[in-house]
T-cell receptor, first 113, second 115 residues
Framework: EAQVTQNPRYLITVTGKKLTVTCSQN?????MSWYRQDPGLGLRQIYY???????DKGDVPEGYKVSRKEKRNFPLILESPSPNQTSLYFC????????????FGPGTRLTVL | KQEVTQIPAALSVPEGENLVLNCSFT??????LQWFRQDPGKGLTSLLL?????REQTSGRLNASLDKSSGRSTLYIAASQPGDSATYLC??????????????FGKGTKLSVIP
């Protein structure tokens, strides 16, 4: 089944404890991205990747890192999480960066205490 | 910077009614526009994708139109059902420089269909 998977789905952590949220797609898509969704603010792009080893900042990149060493995986890293990073995170992929439908993962609900 | 607005923020209709959700965007230089559905606590499901050269797309009871020059799109849902209750998100994809494209979302319309 073609899909985007994220792990974990739910995570509660404490301030400053490094964490990684994994994202994987099995559709051989070139383009992958991360979003966060907050009440009243909607979905905002954190980082995106147009292909392996090519990443760039979205609208809200502060406090996050990403890497794209393989085409299928695009992990989101929080080196020192803070409470303002408590949010619902979505990974998405599409065949290319331009005109294609984006496919979203199920989301990761992160709480930073 | 692209801004996407969805009106209304919430809508409640009786089952069986036809309804229209609105989306407007400030920069008409877009590549495409996509409508998504989001159920509570769940991910986003793509409903319809309209390329910038198209005027409308249809899927079952859903019809989405695009007027790029005026910066507007509508999602028409025919014969609404309780299962249509969800939040509907509009997103536009535009060129953000250096060969990259960015998807900008509206804040959504929360639809409740009353049996």
């Amino acid at each position: 089944e073609a899909q985007v998977t994220q792990n974990p789905r739910y995570l509660i952590t404490v301030t400053g404890k490094k964490l990684t949220v994994t994202c994987s797609q099995n559709m051989n898509h070139e383009y992958m991205s991360w979003y966060r969704q907050d009440p009243g603010l909607g979905l905002r792009q954190i980082y995106y990747s147009m292909n392996v080893e090519v990443t760039d900042k979205g609208d809200v990149p502060e406090g996050y890192k990403v890497s794209r060493k393989e085409k299928r995986n695009f992990p989101l890293i929080l080196e020192s999480p803070s409470p303002n990073q408590t949010s619902l995170y979505f990974c998405a992929s599409s065949p290319s960066a331009g005109e294609d439908t984006q496919y979203f993962g199920p989301g990761t609900r992160l709480t930073v205490l | 910077k692209q801004e996407v607005t969805q009106i209304p923020a919430a809508l409640s209709v009786p089952e069986g009614e036809n309804l229209v959700l609105n989306c407007s965007f400030t920069d008409s230089a877009i590549y495409n526009l996509q409508w998504f559905r989001q159920d509570p606590g769940k991910g986003l499901t793509s409903l319809l994708l309209i390329q910038s050269s198209q005027r409308e797309q249809t899927s079952g009871r859903l019809n989405a139109s695009l007027d790029k020059s005026s910066g507007r799109s509508t999602l028409y849902i025919a014969a609404s059902q309780p299962g249509d209750s969800a939040t509907y998100l509009c997103a536009v994809r535009g060129y953000s420089g250096a060969g990259s494209y960015q998807l900008t979302f509206g804040k959504g319309t929360k639809l409740s269909v009353i049996p």
